[in-house]
């Protein structure tokens, strides 16, 4: 019997670490919508090799988001706000690691140490070349 085309190839994703570097690749077109696609993925390709691979998510937005999560403007979020803040950047997969260096105000995050903490989270999600196996 044939193995499941759909086993075979999730096991081929994983065995070469391929999902992470797919999900930054199609997060960050679909934040830039270049005019020429394949162009932006060869270059997102080559900056990811050099190391000089622009965030997907900039200062400005995190402390965009940051105002978001702050609904009763007190200058702090939650750390569980935080981690919805994550979740939603980069899925129901994300792990909020919490850094006690830069809690604030007992178990709570300023807009300076939430866009800090979610800058840090967001290096250790996103995929180098050195991920993708051969």
Avoid: W
Avoid at 27 to 42: G, H, I, N, T
Avoid at 43 to 48: A, E, G, M, Q
Wanted: charged share 20%; with cysteine.
């Amino acid at each position: 019997m044939a193995p499941d085309p759909r086993v075979a190839a999730q096991n081929y994703l994983e065995e070469h670490s391929l999902g992470p570097l797919f999900e930054a690749m199609t997060a960050a077109l679909l934040v830039s919508k270049p005019e020429d696609p394949r162009r932006f993925l060869l270059d997102y390709l080559h900056r990811l090799q050099t190391g000089a691979a622009p965030p997907a998510i900039t200062t400005a937005e995190l402390q965009t988001m940051f105002d978001m999560f702050d609904i009763t403007h007190t200058g702090s979020v939650s750390v569980e706000q935080a981690t919805k803040a994550l979740k939603t950047v980069l899925g129901p997969a994300a792990e909020l690691q919490l850094d006690p260096e830069i809690q604030y105000g007992g178990m709570r995050f300023n807009k300076e140490a939430f866009v800090q903490h979610m800058q840090a989270a967001l290096r250790l999600a996103a995929p180098t070349i050195k991920d993708v196996t051969c």
